[in-house]
Protein backbone atom coordinates (compact mmCIF):
# COMPACT_ATOMS: atom_id res chain seq x y z
CA UNK A 1 0.00 0.00 0.00
CA UNK A 2 1.36 3.45 -1.02
CA UNK A 3 1.56 6.50 1.55
CA UNK A 4 -1.32 8.05 -0.17
CA UNK A 5 -3.60 4.97 -0.22
CA UNK A 6 -2.76 4.36 3.40
CA UNK A 7 -3.56 8.17 4.31
CA UNK A 8 -7.35 7.38 2.66
CA UNK A 9 -7.11 4.23 4.61
CA UNK A 10 -6.62 6.31 8.03
CA UNK A 11 -9.32 8.47 7.23
CA UNK A 12 -11.61 6.05 6.48
CA UNK A 13 -11.12 4.73 9.80
CA UNK A 14 -11.81 7.69 11.49
CA UNK A 15 -14.90 8.20 9.61
CA UNK A 16 -15.86 4.70 9.98
CA UNK A 17 -15.02 4.99 13.89
CA UNK A 18 -16.81 8.32 14.62
CA UNK A 19 -20.12 7.49 12.93
CA UNK A 20 -20.61 3.19 13.69
CA UNK A 21 -24.10 2.79 14.40
CA UNK A 22 -25.39 5.71 13.34
CA UNK A 23 -28.45 6.04 10.13
CA UNK A 24 -26.13 7.26 7.54
CA UNK A 25 -24.35 6.95 4.54
CA UNK A 26 -20.91 7.77 3.89
CA UNK A 27 -19.13 8.74 0.48
CA UNK A 28 -15.50 9.07 -1.00
CA UNK A 29 -16.27 11.64 -4.23
CA UNK A 30 -14.11 13.95 -6.29
CA UNK A 31 -10.89 13.74 -7.60
CA UNK A 32 -9.57 10.53 -5.13
CA UNK A 33 -12.14 8.66 -7.18
CA UNK A 34 -11.66 9.96 -9.94
CA UNK A 35 -7.97 9.04 -9.70
CA UNK A 36 -6.92 12.09 -10.76
CA UNK A 37 -5.77 13.74 -7.08
CA UNK A 38 -2.75 15.59 -7.16
CA UNK A 39 -0.60 16.53 -3.54
CA UNK A 40 -2.60 19.97 -3.27
CA UNK A 41 -6.06 17.70 -3.81
CA UNK A 42 -8.47 17.75 -0.81
CA UNK A 43 -9.99 14.02 0.42
CA UNK A 44 -13.86 14.68 -0.33
CA UNK A 45 -15.87 13.14 2.40
CA UNK A 46 -19.91 13.00 2.04
CA UNK A 47 -22.57 11.92 4.54
CA UNK A 48 -26.11 11.16 4.11
CA UNK A 49 -27.69 10.59 7.32
CA UNK A 50 -31.16 8.84 7.38
CA UNK A 51 -31.97 10.44 10.76
CA UNK A 52 -31.39 13.28 13.06
CA UNK A 53 -27.73 12.77 14.56
CA UNK A 54 -26.41 13.34 18.24
CA UNK A 55 -25.85 17.21 18.39
CA UNK A 56 -22.28 18.11 17.84
CA UNK A 57 -21.60 14.51 15.78
CA UNK A 58 -20.24 15.74 12.68
CA UNK A 59 -18.11 18.71 14.39
CA UNK A 60 -16.28 16.02 16.56
CA UNK A 61 -15.65 13.94 13.58
CA UNK A 62 -14.45 16.76 11.56
CA UNK A 63 -11.93 18.00 14.41
CA UNK A 64 -11.08 14.14 14.53
CA UNK A 65 -9.90 14.28 10.97
CA UNK A 66 -8.26 17.31 11.37
CA UNK A 67 -6.35 16.36 14.20
CA UNK A 68 -5.00 13.15 11.81
CA UNK A 69 -2.08 14.27 10.87
CA UNK A 70 -3.15 13.27 7.24
CA UNK A 71 -1.40 15.80 5.33
CA UNK A 72 -4.59 16.48 2.86
CA UNK A 73 -6.95 18.87 3.61
CA UNK A 74 -10.34 16.96 4.09
CA UNK A 75 -13.71 18.30 2.92
CA UNK A 76 -16.78 16.66 4.38
CA UNK A 77 -20.33 17.70 3.03
CA UNK A 78 -23.76 17.09 4.60
CA UNK A 79 -25.82 15.70 1.44
CA UNK A 80 -28.90 16.80 3.49
CA UNK A 81 -28.14 20.25 3.19
CA UNK A 82 -26.95 19.82 -0.37
CA UNK A 83 -29.02 19.95 -3.52
CA UNK A 84 -30.51 16.93 -5.44
CA UNK A 85 -28.65 17.40 -8.55
CA UNK A 86 -25.09 17.62 -6.34
CA UNK A 87 -26.35 14.31 -3.88
CA UNK A 88 -27.32 12.47 -6.47
CA UNK A 89 -23.85 12.79 -8.05
CA UNK A 90 -22.12 12.04 -5.46
CA UNK A 91 -24.03 8.84 -5.18
CA UNK A 92 -23.86 7.93 -8.71
CA UNK A 93 -19.83 8.90 -8.96
CA UNK A 94 -18.93 8.13 -5.13
CA UNK A 95 -17.34 5.16 -3.69
CA UNK A 96 -19.67 4.03 -0.90
CA UNK A 97 -17.65 3.55 2.26
CA UNK A 98 -20.77 2.75 4.16
CA UNK A 99 -24.03 0.71 4.05
Known amino acids: M ?12 IVLQHLKGQPV ?10 GDA ?11 PFGPLPPGLLSHLQEALEESYVPYPIEMVDLSQTDVAFRRRVI ?3 ILWSD
Open 25 to 34: RVYLFGSWVR
Open 92 to 94: EEG
Open 2 to 13: DRRQSYLERVHQ
Open 38 to 48: QRTSDIDIAIL
